[in-house]
């Protein structure tokens, strides 16, 4: 059972564009919201995380925004590039000492020059 | 500093064997985690090491087990091989009690099973 319900699946955006994926979760037993970007053959490195006493966090062109009621929190990427070409994952862990998390099945995100 | 390392890079095998993992977290790290990264899964938690104890499985059947030793380097071992545990198997690693719970990734085994 998917707990953490990731969209789209793949997205194309235009270079300039703004890039935006969505996730939605089901336990409301969540504490931290991270969002992971791997590139072909590489694992997957932190990109930006929020925790659920904050509704929105901008690190430079990525924004994660939070909504606690709706138990949803996505992605945007301003200005998209190239290099921004990748798979984006969400993710949400329990709170409490289990500290597992809980992952989105993916976003394939091609940005065309 | 050097990144969390996997070892093989690449790994073919048949059904019925037996595979093993490695992987060396970054220093100073002592958590260190197994995902199993399968086409259009995602990544699905396979089990978690701290301080040379599991503590925490993901729902893999008893056949994936590893364990973590004193450097804090850990081992994966998958036993009687199917074909669907074809996959790629990426270990991670983060400190004791990670400040925003940053785990990072090596790069990954890919494992091939025929």
């Known amino acids: 059972q998917q707990q953490v319900k990731q969209s789209p699946q793949s997205l194309i955006v235009q270079k300039g564009g703004i890039s935006i994926i969505n996730c939605a979760y089901e336990?409301?037993?969540?504490?931290?919201f991270p969002w992971y970007q791997q590139f072909p053959g590489k694992g997957p490195a932190l990109l930006i995380a929020?925790?659920?006493d904050v509704s929105e966090k901008k690190e430079g062109r990525f924004t994660i925004s939070f909504n606690k009621s709706a138990k949803q929190f996505s992605l945007h990427i301003m200005d998209s590039q190239p290099g921004d070409s990748a798979t984006y994952f969400c993710?949400?862990?329990?709170?409490?000492?289990?500290?597992?998390?809980?992952w989105g099945l993916g976003t394939s995100l091609a940005v065309n020059p | 500093e050097a990144g969390v390392t996997q070892s093989p890079t690449h790994l073919i095998k048949t059904r019925g064997q037996q595979a093993t993992l490695r992987c060396s977290p970054i220093?100073?790290?002592?958590?260190v985690y197994w995902y199993q990264q399968a086409l259009g899964l995602g990544l699905q938690f396979l089990l978690w090491?701290?301080?040379?104890?599991?503590?925490n499985r993901g729902n893999f059947p008893p056949r994936f087990s590893g364990r973590q030793f004193p450097n804090y380097s850990s081992e994966l071992n998958v036993n009687a091989l199917e074909l669907e545990d074809s996959a790629l198997y990426l270990c991670?690693?983060?400190?004791?009690?990670?400040?925003?719970?940053?785990?990072?990734f090596g790069e990954g085994s890919r494992l091939t099973v025929l």
């Open positions: 991670a690693s983060s400190l004791p009690d990670p400040v925003g719970g940053e785990l990072f």
């Open positions: 220093s100073g790290h002592t958590s």
């Open positions: 090491y701290d301080e040379g104890e599991e503590r």
């Open positions: 336990n409301t037993a969540f504490d931290y």
């Open positions: 929020i925790r659920p």
């Open positions: 993710a949400a862990r329990r709170a409490g000492n289990n500290r597992k998390l809980i």
